[in-house]
């Protein structure tokens, strides 16, 4: 089956650090990937996405690479903001052009002090 | 648009009683989810929709729990009776058929006493 492993936390910076948060999956075809975040008290809000192997995501100063040779999809920022703490989810779905769920990693809880 | 409306945002009962959960997906979105979230076992899927058919109800996890999708615009998720390992926050999202991004609510916090 299906399965996302990401770096628990909480994981603490320093405002202006640079970030890694790692995440490799496990799936039966060619999966989707999927960047989320959670704000508290707020729902999962998509953060960035890639559909194939060698695309890159990227929002709000945030990337990510799809390797498939790693079955990985490590998220990174050059400079980190207080704004930026919160918790992200690693995702993928295996759909193959259907309608199924996402598969998440457990989160990776990230503070950011100034 | 307003987005993904679920309801209540909070609701706490008391172990036996029914709870519903709603939700209203984004309007044109044909592709419905439910999902639970607990500390211990972090997000998970329970069910979804797929032009109000349900496709993969694999998650739900017990008789206890039902959901249904009477139209395109409502989704309800029901627990009875409830139990207080049932406390958590569910989320609901939608999905535009052709596409792979979901779009989430807010979530509904259930505690059950």
């Known amino acids: 089956g299906n399965s996302v492993t990401q770096m628990e936390g909480p994981v603490t910076l320093s405002e202006e650090a640079f970030l890694t948060i790692n995440c490799t999956y496990t799936a039966t075809g060619y999966p989707s990937l999927f960047w989320y975040v959670q704000y508290p008290g707020e729902g999962l809000q998509l953060l960035l996405k890639a559909t194939k192997a060698d695309d890159k995501g990227s929002n709000k100063g945030f990337e990510a690479t799809y390797r498939k040779e790693t079955t990985s999809f490590h998220l990174e920022k050059g400079s980190v903001q207080v704004s930026d703490s919160a918790v992200y989810f690693c995702a993928l779905s295996d759909s193959g052009g259907g309608a199924d769920g996402l598969t998440f990693g457990k989160g990776t809880h990230l503070i950011i002090q100034p | 648009d307003a987005g993904v409306i679920q309801s209540p945002r909070h609701e706490v009962t008391e172990m036996g009683q029914e709870v519903t959960l709603r939700c209203k997906p984004i309007?044109?979105?044909?592709?419905l989810f439910w999902y639970r979230q607990t500390m211990m076992r972090g997000l998970e899927l329970l069910i979804y929709f797929n032009n109000n058919v349900p496709i993969d109800d694999s998650g739900m996890p017990e008789d206890r729990f039902s959901a249904k999708m009477p139209n395109a615009s409502f989704s309800t998720l029901k627990i009875q009776p409830s139990e207080p390992r049932d406390s958590a926050v569910y989320f609901c999202?939608?999905?535009?058929?052709?596409?792979?991004?979901?779009?989430f609510g807010p979530g509904t916090r259930l505690t059950v006493l």
């Open positions: 999202a939608s999905r535009p058929g052709i596409q792979y991004e979901q779009f």
């Open positions: 309007s044109g979105h044909n592709s």
